[in-house]
């Protein structure tokens, strides 16, 4: 099947909203993950310290993987708009801008 660019436009808008939506709602239920676990660290004994300790840091990477995939994720916005654009699809930008920042740099600026 073969898109023409009115439809492909359409479908990218869409399905790009689609994945914006789901890895916050990841990112969400990640840290309420974490959340619950850290109240369970602290409230429920019985557990050996060095395994919720390992199990937080598995969680806690977990959540930076899909701070990080968010980060792709609008890069990968921040592509398809220029594409949009230099193939005349789309004129209004709807996405973030050049300057998006990196997990990386997001990540140790936060640390500081």
């Known amino acids: 099947m073969s898109l023409d ?14 994945s914006e939506v789901a890895v916050a709602d990841a990112l969400v239920a990640a840290t309420a993950l974490m959340h619950s676990a850290a109240l369970a660290q602290r409230d429920v004994s019985g557990a ?12 806690s990477k977990m959540a930076a993987g899909l701070i990080d995939v968010q980060a792709e ?10 594409v949009g654009q230099e193939m005349g ?17 997001d990540r140790n600026a936060a640390a500081a």
């Open 89 to 105: 699809a789309t004129e209004e930008p709807t996405c973030p801008g050049d300057d998006a920042f990196t997990s990386a740099w």
């Open 73 to 82: 994720t609008r890069r990968a916005h921040g592509q398809l708009l220029k």
């Open 5 to 18: 660019l009115h439809t492909a436009t359409a479908r990218l808008m869409r399905d790009m909203a689609t």
């Open 48 to 59: 050996s310290a060095i395994q919720t300790h390992s199990t937080m840091l598995r969680i």
